[in-house]
């Protein structure tokens, strides 16, 4: 599965939008990238995934560029309850979740 | 989504000693995971256990440290053996499924927070 990097840390303000970014230059073809979130030493949450074409649920947007190789999660309304380290991921078939280091994303008032 | 529970939730034990953890989903699953997380560290996988087979173990993680079971497609144990201060972490386990496709999602526990003395 594809590298991904992300900046460590982030900051936002509550109420305002967190784009967290998100590069993954080596992804192939059939490789999807997938965020989840971890606050404070609960399970991994899954947060959206998304192949080529943006994706929103209730929870985030995705944006993935053309190329496919980088992406940013949009939180568009940051809560201090998103305060947490998210991950990005870059998986092919068959499962197995590879996390890296991931960002923290703190959530101010 | 699948929802999955574990068991102990946290627990404090003794250098020398061993610990089995418990995974419980509420729905068959084909995969399931365990993983590793240690003091401000990201996620390692530890291995892969299917049913009916042999768990498949990670680089740096062997049978005799990490015994597996998954005796059916909704449970899966964990046994951190012969425990030293360096397994105090966060264990996790993850399933992945009900399918095999790439678009499944893959759910994680909420953890057991082990500390050994």
């Known amino acids: 599965d594809a590298k991904t990097t992300q900046p460590p840390s982030m900051d936002c303000a509550e109420g305002r939008a967190a784009n967290l970014p998100c590069n993954h230059s080596t992804i192939s073809g059939n490789e999807y990238v997938y965020w989840y979130r971890q606050i404070h030493s609960q399970g991994p949450q899954y947060i959206i995934h998304?192949?080529?074409n943006n994706e929103t649920n209730e929870m985030a947007s995705l944006i993935i560029t053309e190329d496919r190789k980088s992406s940013t999660l949009i939180l568009p309304h940051a809560t201090l309850r998103d305060t947490a380290v998210y991950y990005c991921i870059v998986k092919g078939s068959y499962g197995k979740l590879t996390f890296g280091q991931g960002t923290i994303l703190t959530v101010h008032p | 989504s699948a929802v999955i529970s574990q068991k102990p939730s946290r627990d404090i034990c003794q250098r020398g000693t061993s610990l089995t953890i418990q995974c419980q989903v509420d729905s068959q699953v084909t995969m399931m995971f365990w993983y590793r997380q240690q003091p401000g560290q990201s996620l390692t996988l530890i291995a892969t256990?299917?049913?009916?087979?042999?768990?498949?173990?990670e680089s740096g993680f062997v049978i005799d440290k990490f015994p597996i079971s998954r005796p059916n497609l909704t449970f899966s144990t964990l046994t951190v053996s012969n425990m030293s201060p360096e397994d105090s972490s966060i264990y996790l386990c993850s399933v992945f499924g009900p399918g095999l496709a790439v678009t499944d999602t893959q759910y994680f526990g909420p953890g057991t927070r082990l500390t050994v003395l």
């Open positions: 998304g192949l080529k």
């Open positions: 256990a299917n049913q009916g087979s042999e768990a498949t173990y």
